[in-house]
């Protein structure tokens, strides 16, 4: 099992910046996937990016060179740095852990970007 605790969001302005954080219980350097989802309201929860075992990370296009995923492992956290956040990166977001085939979810933290 791996608990998820997630940190960093709250209120900022449309161009500002936030780093929002993932704490494992466990480590993650042998977690297969890693990643930030979110969803904001009346949609469909959205994977916006992710990091495997190996480093690699992916985006969802709305995010690329705005957002950016890391890991410390000697931490057993990830980050999401966010930068130039638009209204319509509003959402809670989650952090989530695939750990073969099963999947772990943090409590999610609510970002909230104004205009």
């Known amino acids: 099992q791996v608990q998820l605790v997630e940190s960093g969001g709250g209120p900022v302005q449309a161009g500002g910046s936030l780093r929002l954080s993932c704490a494992a219980s466990r480590n993650i350097f042998s977690i297969n996937f890693m990643a930030w989802y979110r969803q904001a309201p009346g949609k469909q929860r959205e994977l916006v990016a992710g990091i495997n075992s190996r480093g690699t990370t992916n985006y969802i296009d709305s995010v690329k060179g705005r957002f950016t995923i890391s890991r410390d492992i000697a931490k057993n956290t990830v980050y999401l740095q966010m930068n130039r956040l638009q209204p319509e990166d509003t959402a809670v977001y989650y952090c989530?852990?695939?750990?073969?085939?099963?999947?772990?979810w943090g409590q999610g933290t609510q970002v909230t970007v104004s205009s």
């Open positions: 989530n852990a695939n750990v073969v085939v099963d999947n772990y």
